[in-house]
């Protein structure tokens, strides 16, 4: 690390400090629930807004397959979708870390945030939300996605380059 560089201190993931950045997808006991199946099963219900149909768009379901990240970690990178919004959550029961910033036109250092994501919680990240790639931490691992797909989707994502060393996240 550079003299001159910025730690990114990592928060837990709630509801109420992501909320400028989206949502969290999780089945807590806050979330609207009700018994279905037969009493077989509990539905949490519409935790997201799933924002990808705007401009002819749709939504996609795919799994991206993360590997983990080496720490101290610089942050070059960040990107972001201004036609609809991305999902990530885990499909084992893993953490992982969550980097982002306000919509803007580029994310301010000062402003950007790190959430860690407990074992069982997603999120959800707004149109427009400053965003850094999938960081997976301990071990490999499978993330459902909802993104948006359809007409203009090759000019859904937007990224910009950091200042080598400036910002760093370590665990």
């Not at 279905?36 to 924002?51: S, V």
């Not at 720490?71 to 979708?81: A, L, N, Q």
């Not at 201004?82 to 994310?107: H, I, N, T």
């Amino acid at each position: 690390m550079t003299p001159q560089a910025t730690l990114l201190t990592i928060e837990p993931l709630t509801a109420e400090a992501f909320r400028p950045f989206g949502d969290v997808i999780e089945a807590s006991a806050a979330a609207r629930h009700f018994t279905i199946n037969e009493g077989f099963a509990e539905r949490y219900h519409d935790l997201a807004h799933i924002d990808t149909a705007g401009e002819g768009g749709h939504s996609l379901v795919s799994i991206f397959k993360a590997v983990p990240r080496t720490f101290p970690m610089p942050i070059t990178v960040m990107e972001r979708h201004p036609l609809g919004s991305q999902a990530f959550v885990a499909l084992a029961p893993m953490p992982f870390l969550v980097v982002v910033a306000v919509p803007g036109d580029a994310p301010a250092l000062r402003e950007m945030r790190c959430f860690l994501a407990a074992p069982g919680q997603g999120v959800n990240y707004a149109r427009g939300t400053w965003h850094h790639p999938l960081i997976a931490l301990d071990v490999p691992g499978d993330f459902l996605v909802v993104d948006r797909g359809g007409p203009a989707a090759q000019g859904n994502c937007d990224e910009i380059a950091l200042g080598e060393g400036v910002l760093w996240l370590v665990r």
